[in-house]
């Protein structure tokens, strides 16, 4: 049964870090794992989708990897905002029409 | 287009008693999901549907049914509220084929009392 788990659960940086944000999954046969932000009290917005022969994909100031082998996948956050703020999640789609949901990352940038 | 919206977006019960929450997409999608988001437990699917008039079971259907009599509208079903059923749910679609792209709704918020 694939587990999808989110380490830290909570983290605050100044303005202006780089961060990495870590997801581990249980069963390495992944079609493809995705990134999430969530903001209170809104619906998940994908990010990221890495496909599983995939290692890494990019958008803007974010960069996501992926390694099966490992079963690791992480978000990187370059040059963090406040607008950054969130809860990050991850998800990995594993089953048949089944993403597993990682608990998420919650984000605070200070100004 | 208004995506995934559903209907209500807060609502309280009391235990024993029973509720609807409609999800409603306007991208034709095949493909609809519902989900609940619980503190320190991620997301769960707890029923899906490939197509008008199917449904299937997720990872904690117990306590919840189902419908999908449109392709656009996907409904949940408490019959009998319980207090473990107090959670954020969240409705998802997505194209046939593309069950990793799946877009969300805002999410109801309901407690159980």
């Known amino acids: 049964k694939q587990e999808v788990t989110q380490i830290p659960a909570a983290l605050s940086v100044p303005e202006g870090e780089n961060l990495v944000l870590n997801c581990s999954f249980t069963d390495s046969a992944i079609y493809n794992l995705q990134w999430f932000r969530q903001d209170p009290g809104k619906g998940l917005t994908s990010l990221l989708l890495i496909q599983s022969s995939q290692r890494e994909q990019t958008s803007g100031r974010l960069n996501a990897s992926l390694d099966k082998s490992s079963g690791r996948s992480t978000l990187y956050i370059a040059a963090s905002q406040p607008g950054d703020s969130a809860t990050y999640l991850c998800a990995a789609l594993s089953g048949t029409y089944k993403y597993i949901f990682g608990t998420g990352t919650r984000l605070k940038v200070l100004a | 287009n208004a995506g995934v919206t559903q209907t209500p977006k807060f609502r309280v019960l009391k235990t024993g008693q029973s509720m609807t929450l409609l999800c409603a997409q306007d991208m034709n999608h095949e493909y609809m999901y519902w989900y609940r988001q619980d503190p320190g437990m991620g997301l769960r699917l707890i029923h899906y549907?490939?197509?008008?008039?199917?449904?299937a079971k997720g990872e904690v259907p117990d306590g919840y049914n189902v419908s999908r009599l449109k392709k656009q509208n996907f409904l949940l079903g408490l019959e009998s509220a319980a207090p473990s059923q107090t959670s954020v749910y969240f409705c998802a679609s997505s194209e046939a084929g593309k069950r990793y792209e799946q877009y969300f709704g805002p999410g109801t918020r309901l407690t159980v009392t």
């Open positions: 549907s490939v197509g008008e008039g199917t449904t």
